[in-house]
């Protein structure tokens, strides 16, 4: 219920925002997904070296971390997270696409024109989009140096 919270939230925010002016969201349009394409490819790189590290790590390191219900939690924690930030780069590609295609159905809002709603929206959804996916970005970023740094516990290197 609390993330539910966060995301309306999160929503309210992003419409705040949002801007029908285009020199304004094809700032977004150009920038975003080659940013957010780049931070992927940084997290994948982070992800590859504790994967490595874990990897390289004695049997019994190996079989500690097999059984770790922390473990278990992080690594599906990380899936999710990535998953996350691979849509959201997803709708950060589409949406300038879908902003302009003509839709059969306009949507009537008291007296605004129903082009302002759709600029409105999709403008909204951008950065929705995007605050999401630098928040999973955030976090993976938090996890991972928190994993780096406690490396020494992770790999055991009396072995």
């Known amino acids: 219920m609390k993330i539910l919270i966060y995301l309306f939230a999160l929503i309210i925010i992003s419409a705040f925002?949002?801007?029908v002016d285009p020199?304004?969201?094809q700032i977004l349009e150009r920038s975003l997904p080659p940013v957010l394409g780049a931070c992927l490819g940084g997290v994948l790189a982070c992800t590859?070296?504790?994967v490595s590290v874990l990897s390289s790590s004695s049997i019994e390191t190996k079989r500690k971390a097999k059984?770790?219900?922390n473990f278990s939690s992080f690594i599906g924690s990380l899936e999710r997270d990535v998953k996350?930030?691979?849509a959201c780069l997803c709708f950060i590609v589409a949406l300038p696409y879908l902003?302009?295609?003509d839709y059969p159905l306009t949507l009537n809002l008291f007296d605004i024109s129903p082009g302002y709603l759709k600029e409105k929206i999709f403008s909204t959804l951008e950065i929705f989009v995007a605050s999401l996916a630098f928040i999973v970005i955030f976090e993976?970023?938090?996890v991972l140096i928190t994993i780096l740094k406690n490396m020494m516990?992770?790999?055991d290197t009396d072995s």
Request: aromatic content about 8%; charged content about 5%.
């Open 17 to 19: 925002f949002s801007s």
């Open 23 to 25: 020199s304004s969201y």
């Open 48 to 50: 590859s070296i504790v």
């Open 67 to 69: 059984a770790s219900h």
């Open 84 to 86: 996350i930030l691979v």
């Open 99 to 101: 902003r302009s295609l």
């Open 140 to 142: 993976l970023v938090t």
């Open 153 to 155: 516990v992770i790999h």
